[in-house]
């Protein structure tokens, strides 16, 4: 099985001009069970050497995802694809998220609500680990923004090299 990275077949004698869907659904796959693992803190627990390096490279793996297969501009109606499947889950699990934490852990004293308030604005407009936390409780929130920063990126510059420039990444047409 060749690596399905499109980049790396380019040029390269005898290699498809496209990567084998198969090929690269098995990779998303493996890097997706790095990220879960890299979550699991019972496999830490059982193998503590594994944390540095499996917890740093499961990040990478996830920031990877997009640039595995190549992809054509995010024009509008990917947007509002992207969207729909990062930001509505997203924007859904951190409201509830904030509506229990709110709930449970908020006093329910005018200054302590309005710090709250700044924090949650926070979150949404830095959407960082640290910021989730201090709003909702739970800092696992910061990926899809991430994700969805990452896909909308390489759309724009997927979209520069439409205009009869090269850019890696991008198929030969």
């Known amino acids: 099985m060749r690596l399905p990275l499109f980049v790396m077949t380019q040029g390269i ?35 503590p050497l594994c944390f540095n390096v499996l917890y740093n490279f499961h990040v990478a793996c996830f920031l990877l995802l997009p640039f595995i ?5 995010v024009g509008r109606a990917g947007l509002k694809d992207r969207l729909a499947r990062y930001f509505v889950p997203h924007l859904l699990f951190f409201s509830l998220a904030c509506l229990l934490y709110l709930l449970l852990k908020v006093p329910w004293e005018p200054a302590a609500l309005v710090e709250w308030v700044g924090k949650v604005a926070l979150a949404v407009v830095i959407s960082d680990q640290e910021h989730y936390k201090d709003a909702c409780g739970f800092g696992l929130f910061w990926f899809l923004p991430a994700l969805f920063a990452m896909v909308v990126l390489l759309g724009a510059y997927r979209a520069a090299g439409l205009k009869g420039r ?3 990444g991008t198929p030969i047409r």
């Open 13 to 47: 004698k005898g290699a498809s001009s496209a990567p084998d869907r198969a090929a690269v659904d098995a990779f998303k796959g493996i890097l997706i069970s790095l990220i879960v693992l890299g979550h699991n803190t019972l496999f830490f627990a059982a193998c």
């Open 69 to 73: 297969v190549p992809g054509a501009a």
């Open 166 to 168: 090269k850019v890696p």
